[in-house]
């Protein structure tokens, strides 16, 4: 994690130039707006010798893979040539491989290798204890009131992915 001298939540809040209201129930972008500036806190606390786009890569192939490059690219928002750099970077660190595609031999499936889920497992347990950290600094009311949205925020993180890797 940084070393900093600022708190997470000064971070956090001078990533963006609106200041976030506080959320009501049932206002929406609130919610999402203090998801999304939680997700960036976790993803830039943690300190990688690896692109984003490489790690998002390696969660894509755990959970949807094996995938073709041309799949990988569109599913990562990236140029096939690029996401065939990213590939080739992964497999000659051992994290991907390519395979043959059963049902067209001429075609290469990308599929994460035990190295590259060891990676992922890694960061993120570095990264459940970097929020651990960070939830036991906030007040008894506050831990109560993240341990009581827990339900939902599990079935948004299992809705949320279905959409995205259903799409073919």
Same mark, same amino acid.
């Given at each position: 994690?940084?070393?900093?001298?600022?708190?997470?939540?000064?971070?956090?809040?001078?990533?963006?130039?609106?200041?976030?209201?506080?959320?009501?129930?049932?206002?929406?972008?609130?919610?999402?707006?203090?998801?999304?500036?939680?997700?960036?806190?976790?993803?830039?606390?943690?300190?990688?010798?690896?692109?984003?786009?490489?790690?998002?890569? %390696?969660?894509?192939?755990?959970?949807?893979?094996?995938?073709?490059?041309?799949?990988?690219?569109?599913?990562?928002?990236?140029?096939?040539?690029?996401?065939?750099?990213?590939?080739?970077?992964?497999?000659?660190?051992?994290?991907?491989?390519?395979?043959?595609?059963?049902?067209?031999?001429?075609?290469?499936?990308?599929?994460?290798?035990?190295?590259?889920?060891?990676?992922?497992?890694?960061?993120?347990?570095?990264?459940?204890?970097?929020?651990?950290?960070?939830?036991?600094?906030?007040?008894?009311?506050?831990?109560?009131?993240?341990?009581?949205? %827990?339900?939902?925020? %599990?079935?948004?993180?299992?809705?949320?992915?279905?959409?995205?890797?259903?799409?073919?």
């Amino acid at each position: 994690m940084r070393k900093s001298n600022i708190t997470s939540s000064a971070y956090i809040a001078a990533r963006y130039s609106c200041e976030m209201k506080r959320a009501s129930r049932l206002d929406q972008g609130a919610i999402a707006d203090g998801l999304d500036r939680l997700v960036l806190w976790a993803r830039r606390s943690m300190q990688s010798e690896m692109s984003s786009t490489s790690i998002t890569t %390696l969660d894509t192939l755990e959970y949807a893979g094996p995938l073709r490059i041309t799949d990988l690219a569109r599913r990562e928002g990236v140029s096939q040539p690029g996401m065939t750099t990213v590939v080739n970077r992964l497999e000659n660190e051992g994290l991907a491989q390519r395979i043959a595609d059963p049902t067209d031999g001429r075609v290469a499936l990308v599929r994460v290798t035990s190295a590259g889920r060891q990676v992922l497992r890694e960061r993120r347990t570095a990264r459940s204890m970097a929020l651990r950290t960070v939830i036991a600094k906030l007040p008894d009311g506050h831990q109560a009131a993240l341990g009581n949205a %827990l339900d939902a925020l %599990l079935a948004l993180a299992q809705t949320a992915p279905e959409q995205e890797w259903n799409t073919p």
